[in-house]
């Protein structure tokens, strides 16, 4: 840490499972050297506004907030969520269900769901959806079944558990974007406070690959804590979620980590759902 930090840095992440299982050690002061850190749990969506108001040293965002954040926060290289086959799906009641003109419930419109499905819907409803309904993502799922809304995007666990609401995956936004650009899915992202120097960010960067690789090493050590914070999924879920969603851009974005994040903002940006983001603006310290 920085000479003039006495105190432990506020660090923000959901109480997902990939959050949780990543962040266990360190969290837990297990990780030498690190940082000393104070958690706070909060899911991806206030986190975002938290950002944006420049609360907290660290937080755990969207990727689609960076545009509107890099000013004050820098993107630490790893302790994120890329991958394949993890992608956001929209959910109808009805199978095949024309989406042209209807109301469609989504968790943020500052999240990368939302700007996967903008793109996604861009190509494929010529007529365009109709009202965007905001909810929470809880409330996705039986809005749709019980005809509240006409389709819903959803992210993380209820990709495992929407059949049990009756409903049906009309499309997959992970496969659209993998497909149309073969790079993987930027999720969410680590953002620290400028401010805290270059000393700092770079400890921060490596207590989180830090804490990955621990977690990766001992996964029984780590349980404990993600089954506590799981919201009540079963086991073989959050398993299932960790197994998705934590991979190798956890430890390091590297070069076609990067190559993800550029390209979907600067999709976005020509479609102009986010503000054009500088090249450089993604360079960490």
């Not at 206030?46 to 420049?54: D, F, K, P, Q, Y």
């Not at 755990?60 to 890099?70: D, E, G, M, R």
């Not at 995007?153 to 974007?177: C, K, P």
């Not at 079963?234 to 994040?261: K, R």
Request: aromatic share 8%; net charge negative; glycine share 10%.
């Amino acid at each position: 840490m920085t000479a003039d930090r006495d105190k432990p840095l506020q660090l923000a992440y959901s109480p997902c499972p990939n959050d949780t299982f990543t962040f266990e050690a360190w969290a837990h002061g297990r990780v030498p050297g690190a940082p000393e850190i104070d958690v706070t749990f909060a899911d991806i969506d206030i986190t975002n506004g938290m950002a944006e108001r420049g609360e907290f040293d660290v937080l755990k965002v969207s990727y689609a907030v960076l545009p509107w954040v890099l000013g004050e926060y820098a993107l630490l290289p790893c302790g994120g969520a890329l991958g394949r086959g993890c992608g956001p799906l929209v959910l109808t009641k009805e199978p095949g269900t024309d989406l042209t003109g209807k109301v469609v419930a989504v968790p943020s419109e500052r999240s990368t769901a939302y700007l996967l499905f903008r793109l996604w819907a861009a190509a494929t409803v010529p007529g365009g959806v109709g009202e965007i309904v905001v909810m929470p993502f809880n409330e996705i799922m039986p809005a749709v079944r019980d005809g509240k809304v006409d389709a819903g995007l959803v992210i993380h666990e209820a990709r495992f558990t929407y059949q049990n609401y009756g409903l049906h995956s009309l499309a997959d936004m992970g496969e659209h974007w993998e497909s149309t650009t073969g790079l993987p899915i930027p999720l969410g992202a680590i953002i620290a406070k400028r401010s805290l120097g270059a000393e700092t960010l770079r400890a921060l960067a490596d207590a989180a690959t830090a804490s990955v690789r621990m977690a990766w090493d001992a996964p029984e050590v780590s349980r404990p804590y993600v089954l506590e914070h799981s919201q009540e999924l079963e086991p073989s879920v959050a398993d299932q979620h960790i197994a998705l969603y934590v991979n190798e851009f956890t430890a390091e974005l590297g070069d076609e980590g990067y190559a993800a994040i550029r390209g979907l903002l600067e999709r976005a940006a020509a479609e102009g759902l986010v503000p054009p983001v500088a090249e450089d603006a993604l360079r960490f310290v």
